[in-house]
């Protein structure tokens, strides 16, 4: 647990300390909005645009001893598949970033006492969906299933809204199955 929380607190740190627009996802998220559980890779969300943003990203991967392969930010680009990750120098845990073109949604918050920003819960609600629908064998996605009831659980989440977008991603079905 030391070696997440310090991994945490100086991504935040190094993030924060550049200026970079991001926030998190995934397990950490889902920690903040209520429900307890592990993980050995940290997801983080990081807006490409603007001229600097690639920048103070390697700046502050590197700040915050996270190994740094530059090629993999460019080969995510072109593939469109957005995401890359990275190890810790530090510890045996990886770094997820994935890359948006899109303004963040997010949701300012703190995380071992700094302040910092999540992905909206409905928005990580309808990632978590579309995580369960690509997910084969289905039992796979058992761990998102509950992360999406407890994020409905313990937080307040626009449900029609999250519904309409189910709808247009086609994982409607899923959020009917989910919360029965």
Do not use: H
Request: hydrophobic fraction near 40%.
């Amino acid at each position: 647990m030391d070696a997440f929380e310090s991994l945490v607190r100086r991504i935040v740190t190094c993030f924060n300390g550049v200026g970079l627009d991001y926030m998190f996802t995934g397990a950490l998220a889902v920690n903040y909005y209520g429900r307890a559980r592990t993980t050995t890779d940290v997801d983080v969300v990081v807006a490409v645009s603007g001229r600097e943003w690639r920048g103070r990203l390697v700046s502050a991967l590197k700040d915050a001893r996270i190994v740094v392969e530059e090629k993999k930010i460019d080969d995510a680009l072109k593939s469109g598949y957005k995401i890359v990750t990275f190890k810790d120098g530090k510890s045996p845990l990886t770094v997820d970033v994935i890359l948006s073109e899109e303004k963040l949604e997010k949701k300012a918050g703190n995380v071992l006492g700094l302040p910092t920003f999540f992905q909206t819960p409905d928005d990580l609600v309808l990632g978590k969906l579309r995580m369960i629908k690509a997910t084969v064998p289905r039992e796979r996605a058992l761990k998102d299933v509950e992360d999406v009831r407890a994020v409905l659980r313990f937080t307040r989440v626009n449900v029609e809204v999250v519904k309409k977008q189910a709808k247009r991603d086609s994982t409607l079905s899923i959020f009917e199955t989910v919360t029965r």
